[in-house]
Nanobody, 119 residues
Framework: QVQLVESGGGLVQAGDSLRLPCAASGRSISTLDMGWFRQAPGKEREFVGRITWSRGRTYYADSVKGRFSISRDIVQNTVYLQMNSLKPEDTAVYYC????????????WGKGTLVTVSS
């Protein structure tokens, strides 16, 4: 079993940057496909991006491409979501997840961290 803890959320202004760590325990992230999702108020949870266990390749939703990036620190066993040029529509609870290999299907979830972007 894998435990995930997100942090780093908060209130920022449009155009600001924020980095969200996701600390994993129970298994090395070097063997896991990891993903970020978000859920805005009144909306369904949506895919933001993922990083593969092999070679650390990254993929993003069109809505965040060019503004968000995912990285990982295998020694710290932590995955990061770097968010730049934030917009009010990025306001959401952000969740880290372990993905079933080669899919976008989450296997384990963190509890999430709230990001609020004011205009």
């Amino acid at each position: 079993q894998v435990q995930l803890v997100e942090s780093g959320g908060g209130l920022v202004q449009a155009g600001d940057s924020l980095r969200l760590p996701c600390a994993a325990s129970g298994r090395s992230i070097s063997t896991l496909d990891m993903g970020w999702f978000r859920q805005a108020p009144g909306k369904e949870r949506e895919f933001v991006g993922r990083i593969t266990w092999s070679r650390g390749r990254t993929y993003y939703a069109d809505s965040v491409k060019g503004r968000f990036s995912i990285s990982r620190d295998i020694v710290q066993n932590t995955v990061y979501l770097q968010m730049n040029s934030l917009k009010p529509e990025d306001t959401a609870v952000y969740y880290c997840a372990v993905l079933v290999a080669n899919t976008l299907r989450p296997d384990y979830w963190g509890k999430g961290t709230l990001v609020t972007v004011s205009s």
